[in-house]
């Protein structure tokens, strides 16, 4: 079954660090875009971070300097790593894959969430 | 960046309707644009990909259309579980920005 399960989300003061973690199963991480997209609560979906074609990256102005997004193929892991924490990063975290060739396939693969909250 | 801008915010309407929302992106994409549903504390499902394909295993009754600036996504008769809220999402260059939602509310 093609899946993703994050993890690694949790309670985290202003200024601190966090790392989540996105398993993915069924697919290769390495041969697919793998992005980050976090939803605020109660607001709409802000798409955060990608990975694609090797090692390139892409991230959204309001996470970058801040938040940095690897792969580990062995493991075929996502991963997120969150520094400088704010209160406007609180948000559910989602893992998602999208296939990119001649179209846009879109994100047909969606993790959980996991819950990032950050407070003093 | 690309701003999307969907309209409606939000829709009430009724079982059996015909619903459109439209997108529109600050600059032209092609077809390269999504649509997605989700319901209240679950991951967003796929709809609709390349701005008029329909994903495996979605009813027929979404349908998408539009290319370059202007979209809609329309569903003909409304079913119960369709109330939810629906984005849409540029892929034509990062990032890839999200409408801010719509609502569709049974009235």
């Known amino acids: 079954e093609v899946q993703v399960v994050e993890s690694g989300g949790g309670l985290i003061q202003p200024g601190g660090s966090l790392r989540l973690s996105c398993a993915a199963s069924?697919?290769?991480?390495?041969?697919?875009?793998m992005s980050w997209v976090r939803q605020a609560p109660g607001k709409g979906l802000e798409w955060v971070s990608v990975?694609?074609?090797?090692?390139?990256?892409y991230y959204a102005d309001s996470v970058k300097g801040r938040f940095t997004i690897s792969r580990d193929n062995s493991k075929n892991t996502l991963y997120l790593h969150m520094d400088s924490l704010r209160a406007e990063d609180t948000a559910v975290y989602y893992c998602?894959?999208?296939?990119?060739?001649?179209?846009?396939?879109?994100?047909?693969?969606w993790g959980q969430g996991t819950t990032v909250t950050v407070s003093s | 960046d690309i701003q999307m801008t969907q309209s409606p915010s939000s829709v009430s309407a009724s079982v059996g309707d015909r619903v459109t929302i439209t997108c529109r992106a600050s600059?032209?994409?092609?077809?390269?644009l999504a649509w997605y549903q989700q319901k209240p504390g679950k991951a967003p499902k796929l709809l609709i990909y390349?701005?008029?394909s329909l994903q495996s295993g979605v009813p027929s009754r979404f349908s998408g259309s539009g290319s370059g600036t202007d979209f809609t996504l329309t569903i003909s008769s409304l079913r119960p579980e369709d109330f939810a809220t629906y984005y849409c999402?540029?892929?034509?260059?990062?990032?890839?920005?999200f409408g801010q939602g719509t609502k569709l509310e049974i009235k």
């Open positions: 390349a701005a008029s």
């Open positions: 600059q032209g994409i092609s077809s390269w």
């Open positions: 998602a894959r999208s296939i990119v060739a001649a179209y846009y396939y879109g994100i047909d693969v």
């Open positions: 069924g697919f290769s991480v390495s041969s697919n875009y």
């Open positions: 999402q540029q892929a034509n260059s990062f990032p890839y920005t």
């Open positions: 990975i694609y074609s090797g090692d390139n990256t």
